[in-house]
Every structure is written in structure tokens, then in C-alpha cells.
């Protein structure tokens, strides 16, 4: 029987459970938040590859680099920029996805986290206005390619905050595996991957700030990401509000979820549907899962209730008495 490793996911903690999980850590900032880098079979060499891919790929997708192409193309209404192969391929993703989720994930929505941004620097909420003009950017604007080129025509802003974690523990399980590494794990705080011929045990807190576990998940072979709106929102007059936005309203949402946890073959795509998912309301969600468009399982944490996929229920344990499990 194959032994299980305990990675205890608390957005993010990971500790092993027992001395006999022998494994070589490199720990990096990167994104904005920490990264782990494990290895089971002694080829920690291999973690400085899988740095520097992350560290590459923020290099493109960040708003903040005043040298990266995102920067470039966020900076004015009307901007262009060398489409190399990454900004292609992470694009093509996130376009994908919001078209499967109708909008709920949306790589465009950097103009409203700006001003959700800017209104906490200022103390007061966005104005109707501000807000219909963030929102009608979104669908205004245009994006195209054309010999090796990235158009931009409108005052939308790229935001690939709710993906590039993601992608980069893809991009950096893949370097593992090519560097002879057989059994791994790549984690982004609130995103993880594990990859081998073997079993990984990863502790799901709970939604809020208790630091208590709701359950325990057995991964092999998949990624794992969580969106939750307990640690991360801005405040603004003593009143706090979920960092995930709501590209329809403009505003944080509100509807009553608190965390979403997304397991499928990629880390891009959970990254990118925890997001989505947190946004639509459960009934939608579901009929997403039950559609096939794309593989995965879900949980989803409200004021009471715990709903979980068949899929995910096979290999989850309940261990929390703050919340109940939904009846199908």
C-alpha cells in the first residue's frame, strides 16, 4: 500500500506527517506570495529550473513589471505588444474559460480591480459611473493577433491574477518531469500540484479564521485550488470586502459562498474555475459540472453547508462540525 503524504493546505502550511517523508524543499517568492517546490527522490537541483520558470512567467503576466508586456498593453487604450509564446498560450486559456463560464472568470477585469484598489486608498466605495465604465470596457474593448502581435483597442485591463499561479505550477511540474523528477509537489499558497505514483493527503481549512481543517482530500496525479473570502479584501470604512469581484456588478461578491476548492488535471484550470465558481450561484455552478464542457469536482463552503461532487467525495473526509453536508 502506498504510503500517504500529509500536506496540510491552510493557505498555505505544508507540513509532512511523519519523519519517514523524506523529501528536498526550496521555498521562493514569487507572484506576490510564497512557493514550495518538493521533491521525493532527492533531485532537489531541479527545483532552481522550476524557480526560474515561475519567476519568467511573472515576468510577462504581471501589471505591476513596469517592463512586462501586461504592463505595456494595460498602460493605454490603444497599445500593442510581442505575443511570445507564454502570454499566447495563457491567454488562449483564460479567453477559453470565461467563454465556458460566461464571463463569471474574466481576464479583462483589471481595470475594476484597479478602482476597487484605488477606492480602499481613498476610503469610499466606486461610483455607479465608475463602475458602468469599468464594466462596459470589458466588453468593448478588443484583442487581436496578427504577425506575432498582441493588440489591444480599449480601456480594459488584463488581470491574470486568478490564473497565473496556476500556470506556473503547471509550467513548473512539467520542468520537474522533464528534470527526472518522478514524485513532486508545487505549491501556491492557495494552489497546489502533485504529480507521481503516489498519494497525497491535503488538509482543507476551514473559511474563516479559526485555522480549523473541514476535511481532508487525497490527491494523486492532480491540482488542487481554493478561492475563499476570508483571507484576502479590502476595507474601507471599518467594512470589509471579498478581493473577488464580480465582473458583472462591479462590485465584491456577496452571495452567501465563502470558499471554493477545484480539483482537475490542470492547475490553470482549477485556478481559474475556483474563481469562476465563487462568482456564479451554486445552481449554475452545478449545471457547469454536469455539462462536461470541463473535467473536474468541486466543494463548495456556505454559511451552513459543505457541497461536494461525487467525485471529490470519494476522496474526502469530513472532519468539521461548523458546517453540514449538502443532500444532493
Known amino acids: 500500500m502506498k504510503k500517504l503524504f500529509l500536506i496540510l493546505l491552510a493557505m498555505l502550511c505544508l507540513v509532512s506527517c511523519s519523519s519517514k517523508n523524506e523529501y528536498e524543499s526550496h521555498t521562493f517568492f514569487s507572484m506576490d506570495t510564497f ?9 532537489k537541483d531541479a ?25 505595456t498593453l494595460n498602460a493605454t487604450d490603444t497599445s500593442s505588444t510581442d505575443l511570445n509564446d507564454t502570454l499566447d498560450e495563457i491567454l488562449n486559456i483564460s479567453l477559453e474559460i470565461a467563454e465556458i463560464t460566461d464571463g463569471a472568470f474574466e481576464p479583462m477585469s483589471g481595470g475594476l480591480v484597479e478602482l476597487w484598489e484605488k477606492c480602499e486608498t481613498e476610503q469610499r466605495l466606486p461610483g455607479d459611473e465608475e ?22 483597442n480599449g480601456g480594459a485591463k488584463f488581470e491574470f491574477g486568478a ?7 503547471d509550467k513548473m511540474v512539467q520542468i520537474l518531469k522533464d528534470n527526472g523528477v518522478s514524485v513532486g509537489m508545487v505549491s ?20 474563516d479564521n479559526s485555522g480549523e481543517t473541514a476535511g481532508y482530500l487525497t490527491m494523486r496525479d492532480q491540482s488542487l485550488s481554493v478561492s475563499g473570502d476570508y483571507e484576502r479584501f479590502y476595507t474601507i470604512n471599518d467594512k470589509t470586502y471579498n478581493h473577488i469581484i464580480n465582473p458583472y456588478s462591479g462590485y465584491p461578491v456577496s452571495n452567501g459562498t465563502h470558499s471554493v476548492a477545484v480539483v482537475c488535471e490542470s492547475a490553470a484550470v482549477a485556478d481559474a474555475l475556483s474563481t469562476a465558481i465563487f462568482v456564479m450561484d451554486i445552481e449554475k455552478a452545478m449545471e457547469l459540472y454536469s455539462s462536461g464542457v470541463i473535467e473536474f469536482e468541486m466543494m463548495i463552503i456556505t454559511d451552513e ?18 458546517y453540514k453536508l449538502a443532500e444532493n
Open 35 to 43: 512557493a514550495e517546490v518538493r521533491v521525493y527522490n532527492g533531485r
Open 163 to 169: 490564473i497565473g499561479k496556476g500556470y506556473a505550477a
Open 188 to 207: 501556491f499558497v492557495s494552489t497546489v500540484s502533485v504529480f507521481g505514483d503516489r498519494d497525497f493527503k491535503i488538509a482543507v481549512r476551514t473559511p
Open 305 to 322: 453547508h459543505i457541497i461536494i461532487t461525487p467525485g471529490m467525495m470519494k476522496n474526502f473526509e469530513l472532519v468539521t462540525t461548523k
Open 131 to 152: 463602475l458602468s465604465e469599468q464594466i462596459s470596457a470589458i466588453h468593448n474593448t478588443e484583442i487581436y493577433k496578427s504577425d506575432g502581435t498582441l493588440f489591444k
Open 47 to 71: 527545483t532552481s529550473s522550476a524557480e526560474r520558470i515561475a519567476n519568467d512567467i511573472e515576468k510577462i503576466i504581471s501589471k505591476t513589471l513596469s517592463n512586462s508586456p501586461i504592463y
